[in-house]
């Protein structure tokens, strides 16, 4: 399995980005998840989807701004983000896994991408 994401930017406070994550190899039975790390801490969850998309989960501090999706057909995984903050700064990186279903621990993705720069400024 291999993980490409895309889509990063530097863009102002309020504005919208969306990543894409293209996936090749046996991503077909596999939950979807996008991270964020920042410079000098963790790397945490942001969200993740199910295999068959009806599944979602998100971090309470994107909930209602952040929207996960992906399309099977196309091997993609998206992330919109809209109003976008400075906090939202980061490396963001999109993983898959499952063992454990919509999981928010990075110990369950099992596969992960390079990241992709999200910059905000205020």
């Known amino acids: 399995v291999q993980l490409q994401a895309s889509g990063g930017g530097s863009v102002q406070a309020g504005d919208s980005l969306r990543l894409s994550c293209v996936m090749s190899?046996?991503?077909?039975?596999?939950?979807m998840g996008w991270f964020l790390q920042a410079p000098g801490k963790e790397r945490e969850f942001v969200a993740a989807?199910?295999?068959?998309?009806?599944?979602?989960r998100y971090a309470d501090a994107v909930k209602g701004r952040f929207t996960i999706s992906r399309d099977n057909a196309k091997n993609t995984v998206s992330l919109q983000m809209n109003r976008l903050k400075p906090e939202d700064t980061a490396v963001y990186y999109c993983?898959?896994?499952?063992?454990?279903?919509?999981?928010?621990?990075?110990?369950?993705?099992?596969?992960w991408g390079h990241g992709t720069q999200v910059t905000v400024s205020s």
């Open positions: 190899g046996r991503t077909f039975n596999l939950v």
């Open positions: 993983a898959a896994g499952g063992r454990n279903g919509v999981s928010v621990l990075r110990a369950d993705y099992d596969y």
């Open positions: 989807i199910n295999v068959n998309g009806y599944s979602t």
